[in-house]
């Protein structure tokens, strides 16, 4: 079992930064790709920004030059820096994790979620 712990959420004002972290702990052989994703309320979860363990990133259009995501391989751990936020990235940002274990088997995983609350 895998556990994904978030941290580092909280109340900004616009204009404002704040950076996210998230821990992943366990039985892991190796992490693949981790991500950040985020969900407003009555909104669909979706996708912020993602990193492979080669350290390529993708990132959603309304995040690009904002936010910048980044992992820690020896550390299990990813980050988002969230830079110049604004009340729209006002959400529910879960991190996410695919993970091989020691029989070679991948499984996703996701953390329980930060609350994340840009005022205007």
Do not use: H
């Amino acid at each position: 079992q895998v556990q994904l712990v978030e941290s580092g959420g909280g109340l900004v004002q616009a204009g404002g930064s704040l950076r996210l972290s998230c821990g992943a702990s366990g039985s892991i052989f190796s992490i693949n790709a981790m991500g950040w994703y985020r969900q407003a309320p009555g909104k669909q979860r979706e996708l912020v920004a993602g990193i492979t363990n080669g350290g390529s990133t993708n990132y959603a259009d309304s995040v690009k030059g904002r936010f910048t995501i980044s992992r820690d391989n020896a550390k299990n751990t990813v980050y988002l820096q969230m830079n110049s936020l604004k009340p729209e990235d006002t959400a529910v940002y879960y991190c996410s994790a695919t993970v091989r274990d020691y029989d070679y088997n991948e499984y996703d995983y996701w953390g329980q979620g930060t609350q994340v609350t840009v005022s205007s």
